[in-house]
């Protein structure tokens, strides 16, 4: 049996659970000690997987049945270390995090996660607002016939705008 038969192993975690129930300690403690070492040796879940942890323990509580203490207790040992380990790692981890960014930062983008965004559409819509609003004034500088046009002393060809000054709206 190799790591990769699955459907094998769930097959047997299911044996461990009957053996425990009738009190065959011995059979569980050899197929529990065959489990951890295929879930160890598994690339995908290996030694620290929370499966291969819990085989571990039920191992532990098989050993302590058949009064094997010493090695119960090493086991236990080993999982309480591994537990410590996991929480020190986390809670740096989360100091990180927290050393890194503002908590009113964090907070905000917690309650407001599309702020960002929000904030980026309305920059570019006052950027637009401002763009339209240089234009016209150009227009009126340098392009002043064309508006003579518009209002009668030129013939229309009906291609323009008849009123350029209704583009604040959009």
């Known amino acids: 049996l190799e790591w990769f038969h699955e ?3 769930l097959d047997y975690f299911a044996e461990v659970g009957l ?3 009738h009190g065959l300690f011995v059979w569980a403690e050899t197929t529990l000690r065959h489990l951890i070492r295929l879930r160890s040796a598994s690339p995908d879940i290996g030694i620290d997987h929370h499966e291969t942890v819990q085989l571990q323990g039920y191992l532990e509580q098989a050993l302590r049945s058949q009064n094997k203490y010493e090695e ?3 086991i236990k040992e080993k999982l ?8 020190k790692v986390k809670d740096e981890a989360t100091s990180a995090l927290f050393s890194c960014m503002d908590p009113s930062e964090l907070f905000g983008s917690i309650m407001d996660p599309n ?3 929000r904030e980026e559409e309305e920059k570019t819509k006052e950027a637009v607002k401002a763009s339209k609003k240089q234009w016209r ?3 009126a500088e340098r392009f002043a016939f064309l508006d003579q046009a518009q209002n009668g002393d030129a013939p229309s060809n009906g ?6 000054a209704d583009d604040d709206e959009e």
């Open 72 to 74: 119960a207790d090493e």
């Open 159 to 164: 291609d323009h705008d008849p009123n350029p």
């Open 7 to 9: 459907k094998y192993i």
């Open 115 to 117: 702020k960002e965004e």
């Open 19 to 21: 053996f425990v129930q």
């Open 137 to 139: 004034k150009i227009r």
């Open 80 to 87: 309480q270390s591994n537990e410590k380990t996991k929480a």
